[in-house]
């Protein structure tokens, strides 16, 4: 058995198509067939039961791509040592990062950090938290950049800074008028929020005091995955959405007379870099690490006192 077979039976477990598989793998479909009939036959089973439309794994063929993917994962690693110990700051890395930090903060950084290292390539999916900490530890991701703390032991966890959160209102919302506000300002009835999945709707809710159930009495209820859009809705609709720090930096003058920071002690979020404890690239995860540390503002502070949420309370059910 090879690599090369074993790249063909995950790549057509994806594709469960023999043409495509082929096309992802960058071979005729006859290569790619061949290859995996003769792991099949040296194996003398079948991985794949080739009657059903689309193709499928048979029960015995899963356990073996399953174990097939823990070995490329692992033969990938070969190159990472060597990579670490010629302390070459190279190579393609991928980063899942959170709906509500990724276009506030990757403009920061991305640009200059790949014109000084011209030989990294970064690859950046937006996620939800959780498919964030899955993908780490399936290694489908180097590193996250989430809201912390996550308490997983087999992830490493590296603050970076804290952010406040505001209430953004409505200029006609009675809090408009408040220098300051307290979570008990925010009724659910005003509130605006990011959908379920999000770690931010849950923080949300757990500053404002608030259930996860929706206002049954309102005439529109809309959710949105986008900070942007809730910031909208405010300015056109009225009401009140809450927004992390980092978010509001570049908003214009009328925009920020609509800010309203919490009386103390402040809520704030933490984020971190997190990868899984068997990542080998740590230079070229450390080296993102520095930049990001350079770019953001120093009222980012990870020393910024507060109250720092955890977004897994409110799911737990715990008060």
């Known amino acids: 058995m090879t690599l090369i077979q074993f ?6 477990d994806k ?5 495509k598989a082929a096309e992802a793998c960058f071979v005729t479909q006859p290569t790619l067939s061949m290859q995996i009939q003769k792991m099949e036959d040296l194996l003398g089973i079948k991985i794949f039961d080739r009657n059903k439309h689309p193709i499928e794994p048979t029960e015995l063929g899963r356990k073996v791509i399953s174990q097939a993917k ?4 692992e033969s990938k690693k070969i190159g990472d040592i ?5 302390n070459d700051i190279a190579g393609e890395l991928k980063i899942g990062i959170i709906p509500t930090l990724s276009p506030y903060l990757l403009p920061l950084f991305v640009n200059e950090y790949l014109q000084q290292n ?11 938290t959780e498919d964030i900490l899955q993908k780490l530890k399936n290694d489908q991701l180097d590193i996250g950049l989430l809201v912390t703390p996550v308490n997983d032991s087999v992830l490493i966890e590296k603050p970076i800074f804290r ?10 919302h009675k809090l408009y008028e408040k220098e300051k506000v307290d979570s008990a300002d925010i009724k659910k009835q005003d509130l605006w929020l990011l ?10 809710l757990n500053i404002c005091n608030q259930d996860m159930m929706p206002d049954d009495n309102r005439h529109l209820r809309f959710e949105s995955g986008s900070l942007e859009a809730l910031k909208r809705l405010v300015d ?3 009401g009140v959405t809450l927004l992390p720090e980092l978010a509001t930096l570049d908003l214009d003058q009328n925009s920020k007379k609509k800010l309203k920071a919490f009386n103390n002690p402040k809520p704030l979020r933490e984020i971190s870099m997190i990868f899984h404890k068997g990542f080998m690239r740590r230079k070229l995860a450390e080296s993102v690490y520095k930049s990001i540390l350079q770019s953001i503002p120093p009222l980012l502070n990870i020393e910024k006192e507060g109250n720092v949420i955890d977004w897994k309370k409110l799911k737990s059910g715990m008060n």
């Not at 790249?7 to 057509?12: Q, R």
């Not at 594709?15 to 043409?19: E, K, L, N, V």
């Not at 060597?82 to 010629?86: F, G, I, Q, R």
């Open 163 to 172: 952010e406040e959160f505001f209430a953004y209102v409505n200029f006609r």
């Open 195 to 204: 959908n379920e999945g999000h770690c931010f709707r849950s923080q949300v």
């Open 82 to 86: 060597v990579d670490e110990e010629k």
């Open 70 to 73: 823990i070995v490329l994962q």
């Open 7 to 12: 790249e063909y039976i995950v790549a057509l």
């Open 236 to 238: 056109r609709h009225g």
């Open 118 to 128: 011209p030989l990294v390539k970064i690859v950046v999916e937006e996620l939800v």
């Open 15 to 19: 594709h469960r198509h023999f043409a």
